[in-house]
């Protein structure tokens, strides 16, 4: 039996406080499981705009997708996390990656370290965070006090933890710690500096899953797996839409980009067999598509509501 479907939007762009709230009111209204927001210099403000977007809505969960553990001291994020569970009433998702734009930690004066220092570090942060806010062989309730001073309190007894991942030692993270897989479906251009992307094909992206199902074949229970959808269009006229991707990208063919998993471009029809057709290839029921293409998405959301 599938795991029922889930839909999440990342909001990308800032905004005054009552469009924020607007904004955060209308992805409820259309259907969406978790309001997202990412994690990059420029970019809204993680936390605050996850409480603002709890004061304007009651369904959705709220997550991070995701926090760059390389600008994050682990016990600093662990109040984060807690003031902020409890200030949205037990909705939060916590998701987690490496980061991958150096150019983000060069303006921020931080360190960007090799590929390897950078999931050493997002696997001590998971240790820390499960320490200070509770692990499965610890009470979950409270975080532990610090010289006799009271922390704050997390209202969930344990934060899901969203892990995106794609490289092996990601992966082994993932199926060891995280309760949300997420795959991005591509990989950092090499010597990018400003983390260009380049998607994987839906072969690869195979691999990636087989190689993390292999993994976690010791789990107790299974992790959700999800997909970041990079570009969604309802549409009669599939190459014009994807003509950018083309533009950046010309060694695919027309029909190879709209075989992407990242990309969901077609009739409304053709999209939505696509989504079920990647639940039954990859396993992915939970699907997080950027901010804007949250309304055509939400038609989708509508026809596979409750499968």
Same mark, same amino acid.
């Given at each position: 039996?599938p795991?029922?479907f ?9 905004a005054p406080?009552g ?5 955060c009111?209308?992805?409820e209204?259309l259907g969406y499981? =978790?309001?997202l927001?990412?994690?990059? +210099? $420029?970019?809204?403000a993680?936390f605050p705009a996850?409480v603002?977007a709890? @004061?304007? /809505?009651?369904r959705?969960?709220l997550?991070?997708f995701?926090l ?6 682990p016990?600093l ?6 003031t902020?569970?409890?200030?949205t009433?037990g909705?939060?998702e916590?998701?987690?990656g490496?980061g991958?734009?150096?150019?983000e ?9 090799s590929?390897?220092?950078?999931v050493d570090h997002?696997a001590?942060t =998971?240790?820390e965070?499960e320490?200070? +806010? $509770?692990?499965a062989e610890l ?5 532990r006090?610090? @010289?006799? /001073?009271?922390?704050?309190?997390p209202t969930q007894?344990r ?7 794609n ?9 060891e ?7 991005t479906?591509g990989r ?5 500096t400003d983390g260009?992307i380049?998607?994987?094909t839906?072969e690869e992206l195979?691999?990636?899953?087989a190689r ?7 789990r107790a229970e299974p992790?959700e +797996? ?6 969604v269009?309802v549409?009669?006229d599939?190459?014009?839409v994807v003509?950018p991707?083309l ?5 695919l063919?027309v029909?190879?980009?709209l ?11 053709e ?6 057709a990647q639940r039954?290839?990859?396993g ?6 950027l901010?804007?293409?949250m309304?055509?998405?939400a ?8 499968e």
């Amino acid at each position: 039996m599938p795991r029922p479907f889930r839909f999440g939007v990342n909001l990308l762009t800032a905004a005054p406080a009552g469009e924020w709230r607007a904004k955060c009111r209308r992805a409820e209204e259309l259907g969406y499981d =978790v309001i997202l927001v990412p994690d990059h +210099l $420029g970019w809204v403000a993680p936390f605050p705009a996850l409480v603002a977007a709890a @004061g304007a /809505t009651e369904r959705p969960r709220l997550g991070t997708f995701v926090l760059n553990a390389g600008f994050w001291n682990p016990a600093l994020l662990a109040r984060e996390v807690a003031t902020t569970d409890a200030l949205t009433g037990g909705r939060l998702e916590l998701g987690l990656g490496t980061g991958y734009v150096r150019a983000e930690h060069d303006t921020a004066g931080l360190p960007f370290g090799s590929p390897g220092e950078r999931v050493d570090h997002l696997a001590h942060t =998971v240790t820390e965070l499960e320490r200070l +806010l $509770g692990s499965a062989e610890l009470p979950h309730s409270r975080l532990r006090s610090s @010289g006799g /001073t009271p922390m704050p309190t997390p209202t969930q007894s344990r934060v899901p933890l969203l892990i995106g991942a794609n490289g092996d030692r990601m992966l082994r993270l993932t199926a060891e710690r995280a309760d949300i897989a997420a795959f991005t479906a591509g990989r950092v251009v090499a010597g990018s500096t400003d983390g260009k992307i380049a998607p994987l094909t839906p072969e690869e992206l195979d691999g990636r899953v087989a190689r993390y199902r292999e993994l976690a074949a010791g789990r107790a229970e299974p992790a959700e +797996l999800n997909l970041l959808v990079q570009m969604v269009k309802v549409t009669d006229d599939p190459e014009a839409v994807v003509k950018p991707l083309l533009d950046r990208r010309p060694q695919l063919t027309v029909d190879e980009a709209l075989a992407l998993p990242i990309v969901l471009v077609g009739t409304l029809r053709e999209i939505v067999e696509r989504v079920r057709a990647q639940r039954e290839r990859y396993g992915f029921s939970y699907l997080t598509v950027l901010e804007p293409y949250m309304e055509d998405f939400a038609q989708v959301i509508e026809e596979l509501r409750g499968e």
